[in-house]
């Protein structure tokens, strides 16, 4: 079926950047792609995400200004730059596809890689 791959993950410190990449594989459609994060303990949270269509972005409000996601839709891929990182940032990011919108909600996602861990130090 669909698979998700990411990349791009480590451990830097705080004023650090990091480029995650995510492509999928497989049969499928998507109106949008998006990243989450999720930290030990807390609920999987909305970053970004790009609605294809339209080329339109949206972002969180915790990571506006510092984040930037970019994508090619006929590569089913999506990037997310992540510059002045900061040690809240840290947490298991999470690429997903989809297709209906409600793009800011996890409930809305139809596929998900396995995530790539994001550790920024202070």
């Known amino acids: 079926q669909v698979q998700l791959v990411e990349s791009g993950g480590g451990l830097v410190q705080t004023g650090d950047s990091l480029r995650l990449s995510c492509a999928a594989s497989?049969?499928?459609?998507?109106?949008?792609m998006g990243w989450f994060r999720q930290a030990p303990g807390k609920e999987r949270e909305f970053v970004a995400a790009i609605r294809w269509s339209v080329d339109r972005t949206y972002y969180a409000d915790s990571v506006k200004g510092r984040f930037t996601i970019s994508g090619d839709n006929a590569k089913n891929t999506v990037y997310l730059q992540m510059n002045s990182l900061k040690p809240e940032d840290t947490a298991v990011y999470y690429c997903?596809?989809?297709?209906?919108?409600?793009?800011?909600?996890?409930?809305?996602?139809?596929?998900w890689g396995q995530g790539t861990q994001v550790t920024v130090s202070s």
């Open positions: 997903g596809v989809n297709k209906r919108g409600y793009y800011t909600s996890s409930n809305f996602y139809d596929y």
């Open positions: 497989g049969r499928t459609f998507s109106s949008a």
